[in-house]
């Protein structure tokens, strides 16, 4: 590590870091490095990799054809002895391979002259004094942070948190769950359909779901409460059918309580990503809206920069909450409601779910900002009458 200075470091080298850095090194006046721990950038691949197109595009990105995977064109969502399908065509949704897009975010940051450091995880972050403090001889003027890592400290101005859930979990935040995704190749995966599977006791609190990527490939995954991730994902599989060949497992937790309080962290501190909470309460998905954290906060930055005014910093919590911050609302109420629901009231909801509230979804929803479609289930009457019967139920017992 030769160069020890610059004006911003981003500590987490995955897709929130990599759209601020990308961001902050379209400023070629700007300094930015990225400190990665691990080995490769995009390594190890946790998520699925379902997203829109749309949404990649607000991102910058345009998948390259390594990291395009699949069209997804259905949805087919099953509770235990009920089901329905929406049709997803006008929605663009692909399957992406993560390890090639994050390279390919490093690659449009490298270009701009980012630094990028793998296997160089940050030990821990030390802060400096703030101007008109007393002067600490180990930072420079204006240095504000030393950021010590396993190859020597580097000091900067702006410090960016994209640690991801490891920051958040220790935070002592609630709302994380285990997950399992494996990589299967089997005869019964349906090309383009994605199929999300709940279960009140199997999967208590989330659902099991197979993202197919072409070929009879597919991520096929569980997560919920409590629940032991092996031997769910395992009797999952073995429900499907008894053909099927796993060619990779990750285990990976996965958050579901909402963005944190402050993406701002004190004096030029900021967090971005899935360290801030910035997946969807329902799904856990956060490529967009983890991504438009990391790229939202590296613009604040340049802002900040270019005007001498830390008061800009402010416009990347304004701008994240004013894209995102109603529609997590009405998802952390519709998880909220999905957490009472049990196997009956699932069934009974999925069975009544009617062919025009199927086809208004399919015409107008975006993919990314799902609320809507959860609303049009949710306020149908026969919905509302199971649910308001269900809720009744349970205060009558608590009471
Ligand atoms: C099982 C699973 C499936 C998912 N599927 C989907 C999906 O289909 N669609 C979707 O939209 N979203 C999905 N997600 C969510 C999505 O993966 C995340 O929202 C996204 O990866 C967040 O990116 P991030 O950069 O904020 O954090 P991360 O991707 O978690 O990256 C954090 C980075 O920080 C690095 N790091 C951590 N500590 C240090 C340290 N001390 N020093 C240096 N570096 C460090 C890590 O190595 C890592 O590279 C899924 C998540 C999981 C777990």
């Known amino acids: 590590m030769n160069r020890t200075k610059y004006d911003v470091v981003v500590v987490g080298g995955s897709l929130s870091g990599l759209l601020t850095a990308r961001e902050i090194g379209s400023r070629s006046s700007i300094s930015v490095k990225v400190i990665e721990a691990d080995h490769e950038i995009g390594t190890p691949e946790h998520c699925g990799g379902l997203v829109s197109l749309s949404g990649l595009r607000k991102l910058g990105i345009v998948p390259s054809s390594r990291s395009f995977r699949n069209y997804i064109t259905r949805a087919k969502i099953y509770s235990k002895s009920a089901s329905f ?32 450091a793998t296997m160089c995880s940050m030990k821990t972050v030390s802060v400096g004094p703030k101007p008109g403090e007393t002067r600490d001889n180990n930072f420079e003027d ?11 400290t580097v000091y900067c101005k702006y410090f960016v948190d994209a640690r991801g859930l490891s920051s958040l979990i220790s935070r002592h935040r609630t709302g994380i769950l285990p997950s399992g995704q494996y990589e299967v190749f089997a005869p019964w995966i349906d090309p383009d359909t994605v199929e999300l599977y709940f279960d ?95 790229l939202l906060a590296g613009r604040a930055i340049v802002n900040a920069i270019e005007a001498g005014d830390d008061s800009f910093l402010g416009n990347y919590p304004n701008e994240w909450h004013s894209l995102f911050g109603f529609e997590f609302k009405k998802l952390m109420l519709a998880r909220k409601v999905f957490e009472h629901l049990d196997n009956k009231a699932l069934d009974e909801i999925f ?49």
Do not use: C
Request: zero cysteines; hydrophobic letters at 40%.
């Open 142 to 152: 204006g240095y504000t942070f030393g950021v010590h890592t396993v190859e020597g």
């Open 85 to 116: 399908v929406v049709d997803a065509r006008l929605q663009d949704v692909v399957a992406i391979d993560r390890r090639e897009l994050d390279k390919q975010i490093a690659f449009q940051a490298q270009k701009l002259g980012v630094e990028i």
């Open 200 to 294: 009140s006791d199997k999967y208590p609190g989330f659902f099991a779901w197979i993202i197919p990527l072409g070929e009879n490939k597919a991520k096929i995954g569980v997560a919920g409460k409590d629940i032991n991730i092996v031997n769910s994902i395992n009797s999952f599989l073995e429900s499907k059918g008894s053909s099927y060949s796993i060619s990779r497992k990750i285990y990976a937790p996965i958050y579901i309580s909402g963005p944190i309080r402050n993406f701002i962290d004190g004096h030029r501190s900021l967090i971005v990503g899935d360290a801030a909470g910035q997946t969807k309460p329902t799904t856990a998905g956060g490529i967009l809206s983890s991504g438009m954290g990391g």
């Open 351 to 399: 069975s009544t779910v009617s062919q025009s509230t199927l086809s208004r979804i399919s015409q107008n929803a975006e993919f990314d900002f799902h609320s809507a479609p959860l609303s049009l289930i949710l306020n149908a009457k026969s919905t509302s009458r199971i649910v308001k019967g269900l809720l009744e139920s349970k205060l009558r017992k608590a009471q």
